[in-house]
């Protein structure tokens, strides 16, 4: 599809049929994940995603119900989309259907997840024995094969293209879209008032080239308030804080007034 297609779809509602195909029960469940539901789109080459508000953390070892996070991550996840887009990125946003769905394009998912570091924290400050909040010298990528049996374990480049799910090229092109992808994030939330520690990125194949896939939320996030440091993301969740879903609250309204 063009890309002054995909904004014009960005910009309008669902059509009365795309509803009904689409949210109302009526759909084919082709996967149900931990926190979304990915469903049949309108034609072959769409699928309309459904965000739950399911909460897992911990492969699954965590779960609890937190009513509205699948609209918050929803409407946080379709505006940085939004954003990216306007910005040359290419993204299977199609269409927000509503509050909590969308539809986008099928794409061959990359089994590899993106991590991007501007901050130490989580995993790499317990991995390393680096403080959370420790400044790093640059940029960190990282790579994670996508296998909840498995436990995402940390893979390399070379394991990567040594197991065929990636080839060089493709590695290399993805990595200098997360890193784009960073310098336009960093970019918005800094606006937010809002540090970007880390974050997880998918892409997908589609139509012989890659695009960006799954959300970009709090929940995919580490996303610290720039004046305090509370954290607004899945870590409160993770951490048994209170007021998970304040914090996802308090990102989507200051996205919304940049
Ligand atoms: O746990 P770790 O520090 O490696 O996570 C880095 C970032 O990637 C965090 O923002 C976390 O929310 C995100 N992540 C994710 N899904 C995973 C693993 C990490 O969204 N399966």
Avoid at 31 to 57: N, P, V
Avoid at 149 to 178: F, H, R, W
Wanted: hydrophobic share 40%.
């Amino acid at each position: 599809m063009k890309k002054s297609l995909i904004f014009s779809a960005l910009n309008t509602r669902a059509t009365d049929n795309e509803k009904r195909t689409g949210v109302n029960g009526l759909e084919k469940i082709l996967y149900e994940g931990k926190s979304k539901t990915i469903c049949q789109g309108i034609d072959e080459k769409s699928l309309i995603i459904h965000y739950k508000d399911d909460a897992t953390a911990f492969n699954g070892g965590k779960k609890e119900k937190l009513p509205g996070k699948g609209a918050l991550n929803a409407a946080i996840s379709h505006l940085i989309y939004k954003y990216l887009a306007e910005n040359g990125i290419k993204t299977h946003l199609l269409k927000v259907i509503d509050d909590t769905s969308a539809l986008v394009k099928k794409a061959e998912i990359v089994m590899i997840e993106v991590i991007v570091r501007n901050v130490a924290a989580g995993g790499f400050s317990e991995k390393y024995g680096v403080p959370e909040g420790s400044a790093l010298k640059n940029t960190v990528v990282e790579f994670c094969l996508k296998s909840d049996k498995l436990g995402d374990p940390m893979i390399n480049e070379s394991q990567i293209t040594a197991l065929g799910l990636a080839a060089e090229a493709e590695l290399s092109a993805m990595v200098q879209q997360s890193l784009k992808i960073n310098q336009l994030l960093c970019r918005l939330f800094t606006q937010a008032k809002i540090r970007l520690i880390d974050f997880k990125l998918e892409f997908g194949r589609c139509d012989n080239q890659l695009i960006l896939c799954d959300e970009i939320s709090p929940d995919s996030c580490r996303l610290w308030d720039a004046d305090t440091g509370k954290k607004l993301d899945k870590d409160r969740f993770r951490r048994d804080m209170d007021g998970v879903l304040d914090g996802y609250r308090d990102v989507l309204r200051r996205l919304k007034n940049v």
